[in-house]
């Protein structure tokens, strides 16, 4: 869920974008990688042929400036050392530059111990990402020895499916029947997005038919959630409760993110209408209904931290990412302290905004990442009176 995914909505899987007619499918060959460079590992002369059906590949879709890609780096890296003996060969692909990516992959050393490469023209991405339907990285997709895709998804949820694979005991039909059903949610998606009355008995069939195959029904939360279809979502997250306990946790997660979402449309009515005495309680409801929850506090100041009335809610907005504060084991990278910078700077704060931003840069121990948030506060800070004026006769 690419629009709000990126700061709050880790629990979600992201949407596939292409419909059934469209898209290639589990089972099918795989096609060969079109790499114009290789940064790590493999090179032009004993490139890797994915094709060739001597190992099982695994080819992961990545970028530097993804988040959840730096996640999941550390884990291949796992997964290649204990299947490297066994005939499993990985492959990072991106489609960034040699100069964006090869000092990031020196930088990340050992901890990112596999095949490295360039996409082609983003023919690479052509022929796995978009082919199979998939519009978010992280994303994986597992070649099998006979040549055929036979699982694609998140890097971090694909131990299972490939020890099975490894181990010769992986049920591909059952993997070919399970991607025929995200075709019929893509369907699905297009007919809550079309407001199409279908869409409750097309949900109803997929939910038995789906049963407790938790991959399938965060697709199912993924659609409702992004066309704003909270009957139908509930639906989903209450047969996604029942599948484990870690799916339960999960669903509690979402639905502290729903209703910051249901909160932050409502928050941002009363500030249209400059109703106070209706901003006042429902800040009292966002403080007690998202405390705790790190990514929820700062999501909700960031988005309300865009609008030109951010002058107005800055001691608000400043009083939740002291509340994200708070909240242990959070882990967020970048942290609330980046979100104040930012925050402090739409509102004309200059030397607040300095003063958080560099306490930010100062925790951050990834050079790259350091360098493109420094580059985002440098764009996000107010240009001093006089340099503003002569840009504006400038243009004039």
Request: proline share 3%; glycine share 6%.
């Amino acid at each position: 869920m690419k629009k709000f995914y990126s700061l709050c909505i880790a629990a979600l899987v992201l949407s596939m974008s292409l419909t059934s007619a469209l898209a290639d499918k589990v089972g099918d060959k795989a096609k060969p990688l079109n790499i114009s460079e290789w940064v790590k590992g493999a090179t032009a002369e004993a490139p890797v042929n994915v094709t060739d059906g001597k190992n099982i590949y695994v080819v992961e879709f990545w970028a530097t400036w993804c988040g959840p890609c730096r996640t999941s780096i550390p884990h291949l890296t796992e997964l290649q050392k204990k299947y490297k003996d066994k005939g499993v060969v990985f492959v990072g692909v991106s489609n960034e530059t040699m100069e964006k990516v090869k000092p990031f992959v020196e930088e990340q050393g050992e901890k990112m111990d596999y095949n490295v490469a360039l996409d082609k023209e983003s023919l690479t991405n052509k022929d796995y990402m978009k082919a199979y339907g998939q519009n978010g990285i992280p994303c994986a997709f597992v070649i099998n020895k006979k040549g055929q895709i036979a699982w694609v998804g998140h890097p971090m949820n694909m131990d299972k499916p490939l020890e099975q694979i490894v181990a010769g005991t992986y049920d591909l039909e059952a993997a070919i029947k399970a991607d025929e059903m995200r075709s019929k949610i893509t369907d699905f998606s297009t007919l809550l997005k079309e407001k199409d009355p279908k869409a409750k008995e097309a949900a109803d069939a997929l939910l038995k038919d789906i049963g407790k195959n938790a991959e399938l029904l965060r697709q199912m939360v993924d659609a409702c959630y992004t066309a704003g279809e909270y009957d139908l979502l509930n639906k989903v997250l209450d047969q996604l409760a029942s599948v484990d306990d870690a799916s339960a946790q999960q669903v509690k997660s979402i639905r502290t993110q729903i209703e910051s979402r249901l909160l932050s449309s409502k928050y941002k009515a009363a500030l249209d209408a400059k109703d106070e005495a209706a901003l006042k309680s429902l800040q009292k409801d966002v403080l007690e209904k998202l405390k705790g929850d790190a990514r929820g506090l700062v999501s909700f100041a960031y988005e309300m931290g865009t609008r030109e009335d951010v002058k107005s809610q800055l001691s608000f907005l400043i009083s939740l990412l002291d509340e994200a504060d708070k909240v242990e084991g959070s882990n967020m990278m970048p942290g609330p302290e980046f979100y104040r910078a930012m925050i402090y700077y739409r509102a004309g704060e200059i030397a607040k905004g300095d003063a958080s931003g560099e306490k930010a840069l100062s925790t951050i121990t990834n050079q790259t990442m350091k360098t493109q948030l420094s580059d985002y506060l440098k764009n996000m800070k107010p240009k001093p009176v006089e340099e503003k004026k002569a840009e504006e006769k400038k243009a004039e």
